[in-house]
């Protein structure tokens, strides 16, 4: 089993991943999803949205629940993550006063980011912003024959980039 893996059971034992059913190969969603009658229940915000999305492909964690297993693999885990966002190199996004990353994007073994992500995010970074690009990600695409971006990045890198390439041309004309 893998070090996000093992880190994501261990999260698992504490809290009940979101919108029922859960992956046994995807880190689930740690934070849970705001009830319908919780008066901070809105389906309009971009982090409630955007964990219904990406549950199927892993969930979201915030930047301090992925530090954890990044400990393990990076002498200096915070300068890693940084770095990464900085660069735009992951897909991540500001909701709540926090950043959210989805876990689709990293190889859950080797604890790197998957190639195709950051050459798709290079497509797109000129005309998406963090927001956005996250939704790309975890939306259907016709190019993708339906699938979202996000499910096909570790199938077929090289379809998802030419699809970023052909939404950017879309975005720009």
């Not at 995807?26 to 009830?35: G, H, Q, S």
Request: proline share 7%; charged share 20%; with cysteine.
């Amino acid at each position: 089993m893998s070090l996000l893996m093992r880190s994501a059971r261990s999260l698992l034992d504490l809290q009940q991943p979101v919108l029922g059913g859960s992956s046994p190969t995807a880190w689930p969603i740690t934070r849970p999803a705001p009830a319908i009658c919780s008066p901070s229940f809105d389906p309009s915000s971009l982090l409630w949205r955007l964990q219904k999305l990406f549950h199927e492909t892993g969930g979201l964690v915030n930047t301090e629940e992925l530090l954890a297993p990044l400990r393990d693999r990076y002498d200096q885990p915070l300068s890693v993550l940084a770095r990464w966002i900085v660069d735009r190199r992951v897909v991540s996004f500001e909701a709540r006063g926090e950043r959210w990353l989805p876990l689709f994007q990293f190889d859950t073994d080797l604890l790197v980011v998957l190639c195709g992500v950051e050459h798709a995010i290079r497509e797109l970074h000129d005309v998406f912003d963090d927001g956005e690009l996250a939704e790309w990600f975890a939306t259907s695409n016709g190019w993708l024959q339906n699938a979202s971006p996000a499910a096909m990045v570790s199938i077929d890198p090289a379809a998802v980039i030419n699809a970023a390439r052909a939404d950017r041309y879309v975005a720009t004309c």
